[in-house]
Structure formats: structure tokens, C-alpha cells
């Protein structure tokens, strides 16, 4: 079955630093991938899609990329700001074409310090 | 525009009672999905509904049931209740778009524990 790996161990930067998350995943080959932010107590939100033919995919300070032969997505945030603590999930598509959901990351804890 | 709401916001219940949580969806969605987030975890899907049939589900027991209404909204039942069921449980609303992208929008969750 597909698995999604996200580092467990929160990151810690400075305000102002690039922030870079990583996203794995094996025994796949999606079509797009999908990040979400999520705050303590609150659902997740969605931020960025980026599709299998797209290398690199912005967002005002936020930036994805989607390497298919490494498998990996890495989500970064520069000019971080402690406003951007929170954790951040990845999502995949369906494995079937009959499912209609995504399958979600446990989440990587990003904690900006002033 | 309203996004998706669920209430309540939290729930304490005992071993082997049963609850009721209740979701309506975004405006214009007509697809609703429910999720378990156990702590420093990522949202496990449960089932989702769609035109008042129960359309997927995920390995989940049959404790777990739902329902949706004519209105897309939805409520997730759960009996007898163990203290693992204590989690956040998310409500999801969605639409497949034309890229069929399925993007999922959440509700604030309901946080419920079970003593």
C-alpha cells in the first residue's frame, strides 16, 4: 500500500530563515500532491497543489517541489515568521481510480522563534 | 459564504456510551467526509458521503456509522465508545472539480474524549 513519510520531529528555525519540509512516499506514483497547514485545535487548511509535470509550484513565501524519481515533495517557507508555526501535512491522491481521497501525512511541526 | 461548521466544538463521554456529531458543508458542496486525528497524527479517513449514500469507507469498525441528509449536511454516530476512540474528528466537505483535484475543506473538528 502507498506510504507517506513525514518527519516526526518538529523544526525549529530563527524568523527570517527558510523553512523546508520534506514529504516521501513509496509504492506510489501520484499525479499531484497536496499541503495543508494545520494549527492546534483547528482543521487542516489547504495551501498548494502541485501536479506530477510541474517541478516547482509558488505561493507568495511558500514554495513546492515535486521530484518524481526521488519521490519526494519538499514544502518551504521563506522569510519565515513565528506567525507560520504550525504543523504541516502532505496529502496524495486516491491510489484507485474509484477513491476519491486523499491519503494524509502524520504532519511535520513547524515552531518559528522570534 | 459559510464554511463547514461542526458541532460541537468538544464532548466528553464514559466507556460505552454513545455520541452524535454533526456537520454542514461548505456552500456548493455536495460531498462530505469524516476523519479521526489521534495526537501528533494525520487525519485518518473514516468514510465519506455523497448523494446520501455512504460512497467509501476506511478500516474502521461498524461502530462507526453516518448518515447524510438532503441538505449534504451529515452526522457521524458512534457506539459503544472505548477510551481509543477519544480523538479530534474532522468533517470534511468537497466537490470534484473538473481537475478532480478532491481538495478537502475542513471544519474546526470535534475534540472528544472518552473517560
Known amino acids: 500500500s502507498q506510504k507517506i513519510e513525514q518527519n516526526s520531529e518538529a523544526l525549529n528555525i530563527q524568523e527570517g530563515k527558510t523553512a523546508t519540509l520534506t514529504c516521501n512516499y513509496t509504492?506510489?506514483?501520484?499525479?499531484?500532491l497536496q499541503w495543508y497547514r494545520q494549527d492546534p485545535g483547528r482543521g487542516p487548511v489547504f495551501l498548494l497543489l502541485?501536479?506530477?509535470?510541474?517541478k516547482e509550484k509558488r505561493k507568495e513565501r511558500l514554495k513546492v517541489t515535486f521530484d518524481t524519481t526521488l519521490k519526494q515533495s519538499l514544502f518551504h517557507i521563506t522569510a519565515s515568521q513565528p506567525a507560520d508555526s504550525a504543523t504541516y501535512l502532505c496529502a496524495l491522491p486516491p491510489l484507485s481510480g474509484g477513491s476519491y481521497i486523499p491519503t494524509f501525512g502524520r504532519g511535520t511541526s513547524l515552531i518559528v522563534h522570534p | 459564504d459559510a464554511g463547514v461548521t461542526q458541532s460541537p466544538t468538544h464532548l466528553i463521554k464514559t466507556r460505552g456510551q454513545q455520541v452524535t456529531l454533526r456537520c454542514s458543508p461548505k456552500s456548493g458542496h455536495d460531498t462530505v467526509s469524516w476523519y479521526q486525528q489521534a495526537l501528533g497524527q494525520g487525519p485518518q479517513f473514516i468514510f465519506q458521503?455523497?448523494?446520501?449514500?455512504?460512497?467509501q469507507r476506511g478500516n474502521f469498525p461498524d461502530r462507526f456509522s453516518g448518515h447524510q441528509f438532503p441538505n449534504y449536511s451529515s452526522e457521524l454516530n458512534v457506539n459503544a465508545l472505548l477510551l481509543g476512540d477519544s480523538a479530534l474528528y474532522l468533517c470534511?466537505?468537497?466537490?470534484?472539480?473538473?481537475?478532480?483535484?478532491?481538495?478537502?475543506?475542513f471544519g474546526a473538528g470535534t475534540r472528544l474524549s472518552v473517560l
Open positions: 458521503y455523497y448523494e446520501e449514500e455512504e460512497r
Open positions: 470534511a466537505s468537497s466537490t470534484r472539480d473538473t481537475a478532480g483535484k478532491n481538495i478537502q475543506y
Open positions: 502541485i501536479r506530477e509535470n510541474e
Open positions: 509504492n506510489y506514483s501520484p499525479a499531484y
